[in-house]
T-cell receptor, first 116, second 112 residues
Framework: AQSVTQLGSHVSVSEGALVLLRCNYS??????LFWYVQYPNQGLQLLLK??????LVKGINGFEAEFKKSETSFHLTKPSAHMSDAAEYFC??????????????FGKGTLLTVNP | DGGITQSPKYLFRKEGQNVTLSCEQN?????MYWYRQDPGQGLRLIYY???????QKGDIAEGYSVSREKKESFPLTVTSAQKNPTAFYLC???????????FGPGTRLTVL
């Protein structure tokens, strides 16, 4: 079975500071990994995904994540936070199955607050 | 524009009433999903469909029903058997040969 743990339900940073949102996964097979962002009362928007190509994945809005198999982690980072980054972030895992598994397992989310 | 639409944005229901949430996509995706989101709980899968006229239960299907008569549409009915239906409901779709799901804007259901 797959699972995702997001460490820290709430992270607060100052504008311009480094953003680090943590995600650890458990999967019996090589996984696909995703980060989504959700703004208040909206749907989820894909930030980036890891699909077993490069271990460092660049996404939209200046975010990136690094897949570390030895640590079973896929932490999301951004060098300099902007006020517009304030949102909830979800990590998700799927089996590396070329689409045949269909299901994503989501973490519980991390709410990012950016202080001026 | 291609995308996923959900309607209505906000929905109020009295206890004991069934209510149907709409989800439509024009992305030509075969697979569609319904999730429920509660504060601090992440997203939980209710039902999913990989092809027209076929669907499977997710992790929390009790009290819900779906249909998939058209590729573009995957409506979710919240029945009176659902004990705690107040939540934010998200619909998603996925194209062939990819695990990436794309989400609609959601429907917030409140039971009065």
């Amino acid at each position: 079975a797959q699972s995702v743990t997001q460490l820290g339900s709430h992270v607060s940073v100052s504008e311009g500071a480094l953003v680090l949102l943590r995600c650890n996964y458990s999967s019996s097979v090589p996984p696909y990994l995703f980060w989504y962002v959700q703004y208040p009362n909206q749907g989820l928007q894909l930030l980036l995904k890891y699909t077993s190509a490069a271990t460092l994945v660049k996404g939209i809005n200046g975010f990136e994540a690094e897949f570390k198999k030895s640590e079973t982690s896929f932490h999301l980072t951004k060098p300099s936070a902007h006020m517009s980054d304030a949102a909830e972030y979800f990590c998700a895992v799927s089996k590396n199955s070329g689409g045949s598994n269909y299901k994503l397992t989501f973490g519980k989310g991390t709410l990012l607050t950016v202080n001026p | 524009d291609g995308g996923i639409t959900q309607s209505p944005k906000y929905l109020f229901r009295k206890e004991g009433q069934n209510v149907t949430l709409s989800c439509e996509q024009n992305l030509n995706h075969d697979a569609m999903y319904w999730y429920r989101q509660d504060p601090g709980q992440g997203l939980r899968l209710i039902y999913y469909s990989q092809i027209v006229n076929d669907f499977q239960k997710g992790d929390i299907a009790e009290g819900y029903s779906v249909s998939r008569e058209k590729k573009e549409s995957f409506p979710l009915t919240v029945t009176s058997a659902q004990k705690n239906p107040t939540a934010f409901y998200l619909c998603a779709s996925r194209g062939a040969y990819t695990d990436t799901q794309y989400f609609g804007p959601g429907t917030r259901l409140t039971v009065l």
